[in-house]
């Protein structure tokens, strides 16, 4: 909580706690002897020059926004993907990216998280578009986008368990019978984080899933497909109805 007393002017919020238990719902780490070892092995390992020169590479490739980065340990029980986060989560806004880790030793596995927030930070920068008025399309397209900056940077070996989760078939009968008719609802709105991260009654993380078949399929039809693209095109581009 001290810790988040000192982002305060970051979020322009008056209350710590609502900043921790926001930050909890990606993998926020609880003060307790395993994040304790976590981190002194986060420091071991060099972490934050491992980020950072990370960061670096892909801040010039994608001529994004220098923005803070905050490394924390993770909770990986007490985030929005359960025990599928595989040691690594993140939460990211236009001004500033959050990554939750644990020591993570193999190939690409710390660039494949730093390439996923990154690539939604540059995206929101690029759009222009407030935030707080983004649409489940929105959200969908953005985890779908990144989703597709980590097949593209880091190999499929890297993307998230998600895009794994359910078939084609499935994938058009959630699009016609539980997304489609939601997909200008705020992010204020219940049923934008049920649908998105598949909470409740709604299929696990349907809209991450969702969201990588889609650019899967605007990519099977646009061969200009580009970082570029991916940034500036507007969300509702990506919608190819025919192949749903």
């Known amino acids: 909580m001290d ?3 000192k982002l305060l002017e970051k979020f322009a919020e008056q209350n710590s706690r609502s900043i921790y238990e926001y930050l909890q719902r990606f993998g926020m780490y609880r003060p307790n002897p395993r994040s304790r070892r976590c981190f002194e092995e986060l420091k071991n390992d060099d972490i934050w020059t491992k980020v950072e020169h990370i960061f670096q590479r892909y801040k010039a490739k994608w ?4 923005i803070p980065v905050y490394i924390f340990p993770i909770h ?19 001004d500033k990216m959050f990554l939750f880790l644990t020591p993570l030793k193999k190939g690409k596995e ?14 929101m920068t690029r759009q222009k578009k407030n935030v707080e008025n983004y649409t489940l399309l929105d959200s969908i397209v953005l985890e779908g986008l990144a989703e597709h900056a980590v097949l593209e ?15 084609k078939n499935e994938l058009s009968f959630f699009w016609k019978n539980l997304l489609s008719d939601h997909l200008s609802a705020k992010r204020n709105e219940k049923i934008h984080d049920q649908l998105l991260y598949g909470q409740g009654r709604y ?4 809209g991450y899933a969702f969201g990588f078949y889609m650019i899967s399929q605007y990519k099977s ?14 969300s509702e581009k990506f919608i190819i109805k025919k192949e749903y």
Not at 110 to 123: A, D, G, K, N, Q
Not at 153 to 167: A, F, L, S, V
């Open 3 to 5: 810790i988040c007393s």
């Open 63 to 66: 001529n994004g926004p220098d």
């Open 76 to 94: 990986e029980r007490r985030n929005i993907f359960g025990g599928n986060s595989e040691g690594k989560s993140g939460v990211s806004f236009k």
């Open 110 to 123: 710390l660039e494949s998280i730093i390439v996923h927030e990154y690539h939604h930070v540059c995206r």
């Open 153 to 167: 940077y880091c190999g499929e070996e890297y993307i998230g368990p998600w895009c794994n989760y359910y078939t």
């Open 203 to 206: 299929p696990k993380l349907l």
């Open 221 to 234: 039809k646009q061969k200009n497909y580009s970082d570029k693209i991916s940034f500036l095109l507007p």
